[in-house]
């Protein structure tokens, strides 16, 4: 059984920082493409940030410089660094990981930057 478990997420005030984490397991984690997205109240789905198998890295124009994602495969796990986080930021942040035609999603973890 696949499952990715988020953690991280919290409160926190604008030009804050958190790091998300997902926990993977019943996949053979180095070999999946794993990303971040973020659904916000009322808005679709967007991608956050990405890293392939590789280690090559691609972000969302909106968190350029701010967000950074990594992996550690020797933990199957994926992290988010929040940096200088903004309002704009609250969403529920999902992770995800994609191999070919398998697609699994996290439960989500709440991120809300408010003062």
């Known amino acids: 059984q696949v499952q990715l478990v988020e953690s991280g997420g919290g409160l926190v005030q604008p030009g804050g920082s958190l790091r998300l984490s997902c926990a993977a397991s019943?996949?053979?984690?180095?070999?999946?493409?794993m990303g971040w997205y973020r659904q916000a109240p009322g808005k679709q789905r967007e991608l956050v940030a990405v890293?392939?198998?590789?280690?090559?890295?691609n972000y969302a124009n909106s968190v350029k410089g701010r967000l950074t994602i990594s992996r550690d495969n020797g933990k199957d796990t994926v992290y988010l660094q929040m940096n200088s986080l903004k309002p704009e930021d609250t969403a529920v942040y999902y992770c995800?990981?994609?191999?070919?035609?398998?697609?699994?999603w996290g439960q989500g973890t709440q991120v809300t930057v408010s003062s």
């Open positions: 995800h990981a994609n191999y070919g035609t398998n697609e699994y």
């Open positions: 019943g996949i053979i984690f180095s070999i999946y493409h």
């Open positions: 890293i392939t198998s590789s280690g090559r890295t």
